[in-house]
Every structure is written in structure tokens, then in C-alpha cells.
């Protein structure tokens, strides 16, 4: 695949600060001082990304944050479509925006994301969200300036959603990040593996890497602004580099990127046990700049339904793969996500993922109740596991984890834990909260000048969800 023509072009990228311009014009001219933007994510962190990408892009184009839908003069809503709860939250949350629109005239309303890139979605949105403004699907959203200068002079309802399979790659666009001192990074887009329960090949496009000295140029910048956190993302980071014609894999990024100067600590997310490497390992345990922490998601414990799922391993690779980071990294949190009621999962299969719980012995698990996604092969794949039985055997693995994950908070008692502080603990305002390497919650008193950084905290008591210590000056 020609990479140069998934890149899109700086005289492109350049047509968009243009339309920038345009619209910051446009508002300039309207008798309002203040024009306020809202956006409304859901899904996941690449989304969350994105829609950092579209409020910086909003921003300047002349509008002002607020997370408040109320004030808004343009709603964005970037939707998930992983799932069917996702997708009916986000729907339900449009139709609640109709009211506003109802009440201020002025008011665009826009709705983005994997969602709306599916053909019956798009149908579902174009006749019962008449006041929507406009839709535009993932790969557009580099557009987005061009489009919503053209919702606001031709005053009629714009869709851009042909994404064809293909993507592409926009760089040199505004940003704006919720948080000074963690970063979203994207590394890679798109996925080629097709599992079978999955849509997002079908609303992402193929796997695509950013030009590594882009992401390495990215990454300075934040270390140089202060940035302590930064969360590499792609659905597949292990691919990164597979469509250069250069060897350079995502281990030789890492170890790019902990040459960067700073004060930082890196994490990375997804990784596919199919593509995770040795090197990789190697590469990790080496490094005091990447976190300790390895989300390596399982999806089955059944070696059949791993290869229904068409997901290219079995229990003992993966458990393998498992062994490999715990001998060279004896405290390193492994996380995973699983899916429940997979089509045709006996009950036996189901076992087999309780008992991958037990040898892997998770720090932490994502777990999901099958949801049939239109388009995929597992839609129409026979015996589809009635809702009944999913939910039960989706509250015994919960049961199951949460006795595992019972007690593997007492290890950190008495240690002295380095925490990324992020703020005042919600539930106890008394208490500043942050977290560890591996991603555990941690409460302690201490004064605000320490949010955004790095504190060291000795714990003190362990509960089941967080820990709890004291400063250590
Ligand atoms: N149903 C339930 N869970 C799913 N996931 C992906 N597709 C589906 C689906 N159709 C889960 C997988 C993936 C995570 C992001 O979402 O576990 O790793
Ligand atoms: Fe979906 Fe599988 Fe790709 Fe992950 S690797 S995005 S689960 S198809």
C-alpha cells in the first residue's frame, strides 16, 4: 500500500486552517460575544483522542470550551459503535439535545464517530434525528472545519461519511488536551484483523502508522511542556511499523521514545497476543520509563472460541506470553479484556476462561457481554447464547475476578509507591488521589501544588479498589 496516499497532503491540511479562518469570520460577524463549544465522547480512548483533536480545532476556529450542553452554540457527539449500549446511549443522548436546539434556533449540532459510519445507522439518524445538523464518520474528521463551514453557509444537513476501507493519516492539526500532564499519543489507526465479534475494522479502516519522527516530535513537545503521562494508542500497537518499508517495529519506538529527555512515564494500549513480541518484552523491562503495565486482552479462555473469534493464538501462547513478562518483569500488572456469550460458548469454554483468570492471575479485567454487531461474522454466526445465560455467566466471572483481584492490593502495603497526582479525591476532598505505575488508585493528604506531578507515597492500608499513604517528603 502507497503510504503517500494515505497521508494527507500539507497543502490539504493547510485548505482546513483556511476553512478555519472562514468560520472564525462567520462567528466574528454574529452579535455574540462568547460562542461555546460542547463535546460529548463515547468509547474509547482513541475516541477520547479525537475529540481532543476536534475541540482544539474548534477552539480555533474562535469557540470556547464548556461542559455544559446547555450553553452550547455547537454540540459535537462523538459516538462508539463497539457495542449496542454504546451506540443506544449515544442515540438517546442526541435525541435529548433536541430540546436545546428547540430553544436556541442557532444551535449546530453535529454527530461523528464509528457509529454513524455504518450504513444503518446513518439511515437511522437521517430520519429520526431530523435537527442533527451534520454526520461525519471517522476518516473525516480531518474535514471537520470544511464541514462544518459548509453546515453553516449552505444551511442544509452534510454528510461525510465515505470512509471507503482504506484511511488515512492527518497530521498538523490543533489539539486541544483535557489534562496538562497526561497525554493521549495515537501511534496507529485502523485494524486489520477482523475478528469476528469486532466492527471496528469495518469503521476504522486498515492499520495505518504515524510517521515515527511525527510521534517522536509529538512527544517531545509534551515533555517539554511539562507532560508527565503519555498513553501511546492504537487498536493494534504491536502492528505499528508493519506498512514502513524500513524495519522499525513498535519496540524501536519505545525505545525511541524513552530516549526523549523528560521527566515521563509511557504506557501503551491495545496490544493483540498474536503480535506481542519478545523484543517488545525485552524492550519494556529494560526501560524505567515504561510503565509496568501490560493490557493484553484474552477475549476467551477457550481455544475453540479463540479461533471462532479468529483471533490467532491459543491458551498456551498467550499463557507463554504471560510467563515471558513475569520473568523478566516479576511485578508487572497484566489487565485483559474478555468477551462472554460468544457465539455457540458451551459451558465448558465459558470454564476455561474462568480458569485463565485464575493462572493468569489479572490485576484487573474488562469484561463484556457479547453484543452482536450487524456486519460482522459472528452475527450471523448459529447458536447465538441467549441474553439469560450471558448475564449469569457474565456475574460469575465477576465473582470469580473480584476474588482474585481481592487481596493483590495487600503486596503494596509498607512499599513506597512513586504516584502520578491527579487531583482531589472525588468521594473525600480531604485527600489528593493519583496513581501507581500500574494504574492502582492511590489516596494521601497533601496540598494542591502537587497535582500533575510525581510524589512519592508510602502505603499505609490497602483496600479492595485503592490504597492509601502518606507523603514521603
Ligand atoms: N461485543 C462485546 N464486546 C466486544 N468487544 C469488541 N467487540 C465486542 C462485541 N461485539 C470488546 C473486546 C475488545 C474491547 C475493546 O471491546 O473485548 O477488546
Ligand atoms: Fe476489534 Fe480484534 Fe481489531 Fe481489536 S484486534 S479492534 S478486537 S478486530
Redesign the pocket.
Same mark, same amino acid.
Given at each position: 500500500m502507497e503510504r503517500k496516499n494515505i497521508v494527507i497532503s500539507p497543502e490539504k491540511i493547510k485548505e482546513q486552517y483556511e476553512y478555519m479562518d472562514k468560520v472564525k469570520a462567520l462567528l466574528a460577524d454574529r452579535m455574540q460575544e462568547t460562542h461555546y463549544a460542547y463535546v460529548e465522547t463515547f468509547g474509547?480512548q482513541q475516541n477520547e483522542a479525537d475529540s481532543e483533536r476536534i475541540m482544539g480545532m474548534l477552539v480555533r476556529m474562535g469557540y470556547v470550551q464548556t461542559y455544559d450542553p446547555a450553553l452550547a452554540d455547537i454540540i459535537i457527539v462523538n459516538t462508539c459503535a463497539?457495542?449496542e449500549h454504546a451506540e443506544l446511549r449515544a442515540l438517546s443522548i442526541t435525541g435529548q439535545f433536541k430540546h436545546l436546539k428547540e430553544k436556541k434556533k442557532h444551535l449546530i449540532i453535529g454527530v461523528g464517530g464509528c457509529m454513524v459510519s455504518q450504513e444503518h445507522r446513518k439511515e437511522d439518524i437521517k430520519n429520526k434525528y431530523p435537527y442533527i445538523n451534520f454526520l461525519f464518520g471517522t476518516s473525516m474528521n480531518w474535514r471537520f472545519p470544511e464541514i462544518l463551514y459548509n453546515c453553516m453557509i449552505k444551511q442544509k444537513r452534510q454528510y461525510y461519511l465515505d470512509c471507503g476501507d482504506i484511511g488515512n493519516i492527518a497530521e498538523g492539526l490543533p489539539v486541544k488536551r483535557e489534562s496538562s500532564f497526561k497525554a493521549w499519543v495515537s501511534i496507529m489507526y485502523g485494524c486489520n484483523n477482523f475478528?469476528t465479534?469486532?466492527?471496528?475494522p469495518y469503521v476504522r479502516g486498515r492499520e495505518r502508522s504515524r510517521d515515527k519522527n511525527e510521534v517522536l516530535a509529538e512527544i517531545k513537545e509534551l515533555s517539554d511542556s511539562g507532560c508527565r503521562e503519555i498513553t501511546l494508542l492504537g487498536q493494534n500497537v504491536n502492528s505499528y511499523g508493519k506498512d514502513f518499508e524500513e524495519s522499525y517495529d513498535f519496540a524501536d519506538l519505545l525505545d525511541d521514545i524513552c530516549k526523549i529527555e523528560g521527566n515521563f512515564i509511557v504506557r501503551f494500549m @491495545?496490544s493483540h497476543p498474536k503480535d506481542a513480541s519478545h523484543k517488545l518484552i525485552d524492550t519494556m523491562a529494560k526501560n524505567p520509563k515504561i510503565a509496568k503495565a501490560f493490557h493484553l486482552?484474552l477475549?476467551s479462555g477457550s481455544d475453540r472460541i479463540l479461533s471462532e473469534m479468529n483471533r490467532h493464538y491459543d491458551r498456551e501462547t498467550y499463557l507463554g506470553l504471560v510467563n515471558y513478562m513475569r520473568e523478566k518483569m516479576p511485578d508487572i500488572a497484566i489487565t485483559t479484556?474478555?468477551?462472554v456469550g460468544f457465539p455457540g460458548e458451551s459451558e465448558e469454554d465459558f470454564e476455561g476462561t474462568l480458569d485463565m483468570l485464575e493462572k493468569v492471575g489479572y490485576d484487573n479485567i474488562?469484561s463484556?457481554?457479547?453484543?452482536?454487531?450487524k456486519g @460482522?461474522k459472528?452475527a450471523v454466526m448459529a447458536s447465538q447464547i441467549p441474553e439469560k445465560v450471558k448475564k449469569e455467566r457474565f456475574a460469575r466471572m465477576l465473582e470469580k475476578q473480584n476474588a482474585i483481584s481481592n487481596g493483590k492490593n495487600n503486596i503494596y502495603l509498607g512499599t513506597v509507591q512513586k504516584v502520578l497526582v491527579e487531583g482531589r479525591s472525588k468521594t473525600n476532598p480531604d485527600k489528593l488521589t493519583g496513581r501507581n505505575e500500574k494504574n492502582r488508585l492511590v489516596h494521601f493528604t497533601g496540598d494542591d501544588s502537587l497535582i500533575g506531578n510525581f510524589a512519592n507515597i508510602k502505603i499505609t492500608e490497602a483496600e479492595t479498589f485503592s490504597l492509601s499513604g502518606e507523603l514521603i517528603k
Open positions: 474509547c463497539v457495542r475478528c465479534y469486532c466492527v471496528v @491495545t486482552p477475549q479484556d474478555i468477551i474488562y463484556f457481554i457479547y453484543s452482536k454487531r @460482522t459472528a
